[in-house]
T-cell receptor, first 117, second 116 residues
């Protein structure tokens, strides 16, 4: 139980285009989802926290207009990187917490590697 | 503000020997503590957590961790390392009082290398 999936697992896009990453909780309802960014050989940096049906809360230094987060349902959150640049290339990981799971437990997706050329 | 420190970038151990991966933390209230493992190009896998109760917590794959409140530490241990344990390990903390907004903060990670 408590499986989180991400799609795509790997995406390459051209500079200036937008790319959408999906995060789904497969067997539980995720009231809260988190989006992290991980650079090579570095830790996870929390980008934003989203609660179903409300606007995401972005961490300091994260551009909300560039990283659009939508959490429209209890099983799906999306991260859209708009007008991507090579410096946006990174490993993006989502995590979910919600009803039916202990509130302090988070379950992580497998990650999406974004390469912007 | 809450924080997590993993003082070692890499830990090297021979297969069959005990291993320790260190973690210290700082929170305002009582901590919720976690260890995760990450394999290359993969997401994080949960190993174990401390919420309350016994200071020694047992988790997946034979790992355990000891919560030490006085030293604000939560070191990860395993009595006998396997080559397959080689991976990146993250310690994480969350403030039970919610002063950090119930956010989970991750350490920088420690790469464990187990040599056959």
């Amino acid at each position: 139980g408590a499986v989180v999936s991400q799609h795509p697992s790997w995406v390459i896009c051209k500079s200036g285009t937008s790319v959408k990453i999906e995060c789904r909780s497969l067997d539980f309802q995720a009231t809260t989802m988190f989006w992290y960014r991980q650079f090579p050989k570095q830790s996870l940096m929390l980008m934003a926290t989203s609660n179903e049906g409300s606007k995401a809360t972005y961490e300091q230094g994260v551009e909300k207009d560039k990283f659009l987060i939508n959490h429209a349902s209890l099983t799906l959150s999306t991260l859209t990187v708009t007008s991507a640049h090579p410096e946006d290339s990174s490993f993006y990981i989502c995590s979910a917490r919600g009803m039916g799971t202990t509130s302090y437990e988070q379950y992580f997706g497998p990650g999406t590697r974004l390469t912007v050329t | 503000a809450q924080s997590v420190a993993q003082p070692e970038d890499q830990v090297n151990v021979a297969e069959g020997n005990p291993l320790t991966v260190k973690c210290t933390y700082s929170v305002s209230g009582n901590p919720y503590l976690f260890w995760y493992v990450q394999y290359p190009n993969r997401g994080l896998q949960f190993l174990l957590k401390y919420i309350t109760g016994d200071n020694l917590v047992k988790g997946s794959y034979g790992f355990e961790a000891e919560f030490n409140k006085s030293q604000t530490s939560f070191h990860l241990k395993k009595p006998s390392a396997l080559v397959s344990d080689s991976a990146l390990y993250f310690c994480a903390v969350r403030d039970s009082q919610g002063t950090g907004g119930f956010k989970t903060i991750f350490g920088a990670g420690t790469r464990l290398f187990v040599k056959a």
